[in-house]
Every structure is written in C-alpha cells, then in structure tokens.
T-cell receptor
Framework: GAGVSQSPSNKVTEKGKDVELRCDPISGHTALYWYRQRLGQGLEFLIYFQGNSAPDKSGLPSDRFSAERTGGSVSTLTIQRTQQEDSAVYLC?????????????FGPGTRLLVL | AQSVAQPEDQVNVAEGNPLTVKCTYSVSGNPYLFWYVQYPNRGLQFLLKYITGDNLVKGSYGFEAEFNKSQTSFHLKKPSALVSDSALYFCAVRDRGSGNTGKLIFGQGTTLQVKP
C-alpha cells in the first residue's frame, strides 16, 4: 500500500518568506507527527496530532511555526518569516494509533533551504 | 528527562564481518525502543522494535537488537555485514507512559560504513 507522502520534496526560499509543507499520512492512520532533522543531527519532535484531540505542540521552536490537520488526514506545516536556521529536512510520520508501542512510519521528507 | 545516546558517530566494518551499532537510553519508566535506518536522501525506514518479552528482537534485513535493562542498552547487531548496509542508523525511545504525547526521542545517529 501507499506510504507517507510529502510535498514538495525540495523547497528553496528567501529569508522572510512563508512556506507550507504538506504531509499525506498512510490511509487509516490516526496519529501524525512532524519532526525536523538538521544537517548531521538527529530528529527533533515538532508536533503531534491524534484524531480530534488537541495537538501536542510542545516541540514547535517558535511562534513562527504552526501546523494543522484537516479532516483527520492531510497535515500542513507552515513556517512564517523563514530564517536561515530553519533550513533542515522536515519529516512527517504516521502510526495506526497513538499507542506508545506503535511504529511510526516516515515519509521521504521535505528538504528546506532558506537563503 | 528521556534521552538516547549513540556514542559512535561512525562505525567501520569489513563486508562479511559482524557489526554492532551501540545505543543507550534513559527514561523514567519502562521503554519502548526502536531502530530506524536512513539511506541518502530518503526518509527513515523502520528496522525493529522492543516492546516486551524476549530481549532479543529480530528485524528487517537480518538485523537484530538486544534489550539489556540493567545496562539500559539496545545495541543493533548483524552477524554478517553487507556493503548495502552502509547508511545512517538511528536509535529511538518512547516511555511507556507517554501515550498522550506520541513523540519519539532520537539519538544523534551512527553512520555505518561497510567496506568490500
């Protein structure tokens, strides 16, 4: 079956511009996660959605970052007034439920470069 | 606070030799432990996980990992390395009590280089 998909695969933008990154989770998965991977580093948790519950936004680095999930499926991560330190790969993952034992399945990521 | 340590930035091994990629963790409760692999310009692929039961977990591509509670370790192993195993490997942990937060805590990653 289809895995997690993300678009665009690459995004180059100028400092100060807004960007939107999209994630399509695996069909039927109720939990969706966003992570950030800076060059040469591990993954940092950004935000987590589970069904209709309020999202866990504890990992968002600043108020320039926001995310939404419409209809319990597709999610969009928005970065306003981008800065050079926002350059990273943004990875989306989904899992069947939010159970702690569940495997998270990752998309290919969006590589963001802020000039 | 939860944390994961992968003490080696890079592991070099000759093809056909056994490999070990080390991981230690710190959680307040009992852990769920995961290994993922990342090939260049690709997302993370799930390899294996420890939930409960047998401490030796077998996963994809011939990899296995052993959960050691006393040493708080979850080292990834393979009896005979292949050149195609060369990639970036991540260990991750989730506290069993963290079902409401969902996040995985990742190590910094270990680059595995298998030479012919």
């Amino acid at each position: 079956g289809a895995g997690v998909s993300q678009s665009p695969s690459n995004k180059v933008t100028e400092k100060g511009k807004d960007v939107e990154l999209r994630c399509d989770p695996i069909s039927g998965h109720t939990a969706l996660y966003w992570y950030r991977q800076r060059l040469g580093q591990g993954l940092e948790f950004l935000i987590y959605f589970q069904g209709n519950s309020a999202p866990d936004k504890s990992g968002l680095p600043s108020d320039r970052f926001s995310a939404e999930r419409t209809g319990g499926s597709v999610s969009t991560l928005t970065i306003q007034r981008t800065q050079q330190e926002d350059s990273a790969v943004y990875l989306c993952a989904s899992s069947p439920t939010s159970g702690a034992q569940e495997t998270q399945y990752f998309g290919p990521g969006t590589r963001l470069l802020v000039l | 606070a939860q944390s994961v340590a992968q003490p080696e930035d890079q592991v070099n091994v000759a093809e056909g030799n056994p490999l070990t990629v080390k991981c230690t963790y710190s959680v307040s409760g009992n852990p769920y432990l995961f290994w993922y692999v990342q090939y260049p310009n690709r997302g993370l692929q799930f390899l294996l996980k420890y939930i409960t039961g047998d401490n030796l977990v077998k996963g994809s591509y011939g990899f296995e990992a052993e959960f050691n509670k006393s040493q708080t370790s979850f080292h990834l192993k393979k009896p005979s390395a292949l050149v195609s195993d060369s990639a970036l490997y991540f260990c991750a942990v989730r506290d069993r009590g963290s079902g409401n937060t969902g996040k995985l805590i990742f190590g910094q990653g270990t680059t595995l280089q298998v030479k012919p």
